[in-house]
């Protein structure tokens, strides 16, 4: 059991070590980079998908897709019109970590990007333990899965710094209780910053796409300021 | 790295023995076990509900409820009728394992059990490489989650014997094709059963009710005759 734990921690350290890398590189560029996680189905690769379209004339979006198998959601991405998108596929493994990313990234020429999005595999539990040189990791939930998440989940919402709440066209359609899941989320995490939306309606994006606006603006201006 | 290979097979090869161990326990009472993976949200326990509700009067069902965090789960099962319920708290890990369900199984009296349910924690990826026990894996699908899990999860299709599409009811608000996740499905494991649902509406639930009473009569069958 000891020698489990032991090389446990040495694999999260070697990990911890190459997201350090990959958050220096970014930082150098004045990049923001989110870590998009969630269940399998919740609206990533469509959140990603929009915001490619209503933002690619204005900055530039880098993004690393990872699956346990096809690269679907890299060429979504490349048809929405990403120009510096990346596959991985983990071929198994249930998260993506510090490695993965560091190896595609130098393909990247990332003196062209305002933003660095990395999709995580489809998974509300073990993604939560991997940093991989975000500035922060945003949680989605779609209504249909129900408003308990964030108290079954809690590792994965204590250290996301951002909850999207996806899919709120179908929300007459769920059990699924709006003030109980921002409840429920802020009993475990009271720093989250909450967005509701609608991939496929629309709604509620405007908001996001002005948040990732002020974040691009931020960046540059924290880094020119230091 | 061939360190971490032999422990996990080390780890592997005592969960197949426990796995092999409760397997013989639930023979011996001719009880048939599903293990029930998913997405979270996906609607495991909302299935199980229903399936309490509508077969408790003509059969005893033991289940045992995992998840990371809280018995909100197990306590949804007590109340929907079940009188041989238990909680499994992972604590959090991403899976449940046999080691896991060994423990609890001496608190239920399988003597009196005719269907035994495993519910595991909602995770596409991890629990598809642990044995319970069971005689089959069920992975349910809901329609909001997308027709491209099978190809993108191909592990839990391919080590399950049934899948189950919930949330049918929702069709005409979601992208998703029936055809679409049948064939990819099928792709990925030709020996695949399938039964579309509602758990909402109960569209559908009659033919899996009276398949699971098929299973258990079967299970007498199979081994008076043996």
Redesign the interface.
């Known amino acids: 059991m000891s020698?489990?734990i032991s090389?446990e921690k040495k694999v999260l350290s070697e990990n911890d070590k190459l997201a350090m890398e990959i958050r220096e590189k970014l930082t150098k560029y004045r990049i923001p980079a989110l870590n998009f996680v969630s269940?399998?189905?919740s609206g990533k690769t469509s959140l990603l998908e929009k915001t490619l379209q209503a933002l690619s004339e204005e900055m530039t979006i880098g993004m690393v897709a990872g699956?346990?198998?096809?690269e679907?959601d890299a060429n979504r991405l490349v048809n929405a019109g990403g120009q510096y998108i990346k596959p991985i596929v983990t071929g198994?493994s249930?998260h993506l970590d510090a490695r993965m990313v560091s190896k595609v990234l130098p393909e990247i020429d990332l003196s062209k990007l305002d933003l660095f999005i990395i999709e995580n595999?489809?998974?509300?539990?073990?993604p939560s333990g991997y940093d991989l040189g975000e500035d922060m990791k945003v949680v989605l939930v779609?209504v249909?899965?129900?408003d308990?998440?964030p108290?079954?989940?809690?590792?994965m919402f204590r250290r996301s710094s951002v909850m999207v709440i996806n899919?709120i066209?179908?929300l007459q359609?769920c059990d699924f209780d709006m003030e109980m899941v921002r409840r429920n989320a802020l009993q475990i995490n009271g720093e989250l910053k909450i967005f509701e939306m609608s991939c496929?309606t629309g709604e509620g994006l405007d908001i996001w796409f002005n948040w990732l606006k002020s974040l691009v603006t931020a960046k540059k201006g924290q880094l020119l300021n230091a």
Chains 1, 2 share one sequence.
């Open positions: 020698k489990k090389i269940s399998p189905g699956d346990v198998q096809t679907n198994g249930c595999v489809g998974n509300l539990v073990c779609s249909t899965e129900g308990d998440k108290l079954k989940y809690p590792g899919k066209d179908m359609l496929r």
